[in-house]
Nanobody
Framework: QVQLVESGGGLVQPGGSLRLSCAGS????????MAWYRQAPGKQRELVAS???????SYTQSVKERFTISRDNAKNTVYLQMNSLKPEDTAVYYC????????WGQGTQVIVSS
C-alpha cells in the first residue's frame, strides 16, 4: 500500500523560505516521477513541480527560479524548497505519484502572510 506523508508547512512572511518533505512507503520513489501540487482556497489544484526518475525537473511558470524539487532515493523522500515566498503561494501542498493509480498525501498547509 502506497503512503505519502508531507511535512514542513507553516506560516512564513513574504520573502521567506520553507522546505516541504514527502516521505513515502510502499513504493520505490527512484523509479517514478514525483510531483508537488497545490490548491489555494477557491481554486483548482495545480501542478507546481515534478521530477522524473532520471532527474529532469519541470516547474510551473509562477515558481520558476524560486522553488526547487529534489529527491533522496535512499530516504524515499522528495522535497520542495520554496524561497522568496509570496502571498499567492498560500495553499495546501500535496505530494503525488502515479503507480497504477493516483496517490496523494494528506497535504501540508503553507501560509505566506505578514
Amino acid at each position: 500500500q502506497v503512503q505519502l506523508v508531507e511535512s514542513g508547512g507553516g506560516l512564513v512572511q513574504p520573502g521567506g523560505s520553507l522546505r516541504l518533505s514527502c516521505a513515502g512507503s510502499g513504493i520505490d520513489f527512484s523509479i517514478y516521477t514525483m510531483a508537488w501540487y497545490r490548491q489555494a482556497p477557491g481554486k483548482q489544484r495545480e501542478l507546481v513541480a515534478s521530477m522524473a526518475s532520471g532527474g529532469s525537473t519541470s516547474y510551473t511558470q509562477s515558481v520558476k527560479e524560486r522553488f526547487t524539487i529534489s529527491r533522496d532515493n535512499a530516504k524515499n523522500t522528495v522535497y520542495l524548497q520554496m524561497n522568496s515566498l509570496k502571498p499567492e503561494d498560500t495553499a495546501v501542498y500535496y505530494c503525488y505519484v502515479r503507480r497504477y493509480r493516483d496517490h496523494w498525501g494528506q497535504g501540508t498547509q503553507v501560509i505566506v502572510s505578514s
